[in-house]
């Protein structure tokens, strides 16, 4: 299984990390070796807003648990997008 890779940083917060280690670049040629490398940006969408950190991780946290003790009683895990679905129209 392959791993999930990206950063929270922005390319200008890269870039501008790389310029004190004395790497002088810009956010775009920043950019362009993560794209290349299969690498994406990832923000946070509730960030400042919504309920608050422990509401939203509880549930994954609820999940978590027994999940970590299938692999042991030799289940199997399996993942559902349970997104909701709507008609457009």
């Given amino acids: ?22 790497d002088p670049v810009s956010h775009a040629s920043v ?15 509730t960030e400042g807003e919504g309920r608050s950190l422990r509401e939203r991780v509880e549930p994954f946290r609820y999940i978590s ?13 399996l993942s559902a997008d349970t997104k909701k679905k709507e008609r457009i129209g």
């Fill in 1 to 22: 299984m392959e791993r999930l890779r990206g950063t929270h940083k922005s390319t200008r917060t890269l870039a501008e990390e790389l310029k004190r280690q004395g």
């Fill in 31 to 45: 950019a362009h070796p993560l794209h290349e490398l299969g690498c994406s940006l990832r923000a946070s969408a």
């Fill in 65 to 77: 648990r027994p999940v970590t003790r299938f692999p042991e009683a030799g289940n199997p895990i």
